[in-house]
């Protein structure tokens, strides 16, 4: 069937010229009952996801100190 990969990136600034860099992909496979545009959508929606999750957490444990 095929594959697709997305990765996604995010990059807060910390003012001082520093920055924290989040970074998170996936690769998978198309699934039989899906399209190539379905597959990249799914896999695309879950690091979109993943990828909020962790940037919270970071801002969190920042705020904590």
């Known amino acids: 069937m095929g594959q697709v990969k997305t990765t996604l990136k995010y990059v807060m600034n ?3 010229f ?3 860099h989040v970074e ?3 690769e998978d ?7 190539l ?3 990249f959508e799914r896999v695309y929606n879950f ?6 999750q962790k ?4 801002q ?3 705020k904590r100190g």
């Open 37 to 39: 545009d379905e597959a």
């Open 55 to 58: 940037a919270n957490e970071i």
């Open 60 to 62: 969190e444990d920042l």
């Open 47 to 52: 690091v979109e996801v993943k990828l909020q």
């Open 14 to 16: 910390l003012g001082n």
């Open 18 to 20: 520093e920055s924290i």
């Open 29 to 35: 496979e198309v699934r039989k009952d899906e399209s």
């Open 24 to 26: 998170i992909g996936l």
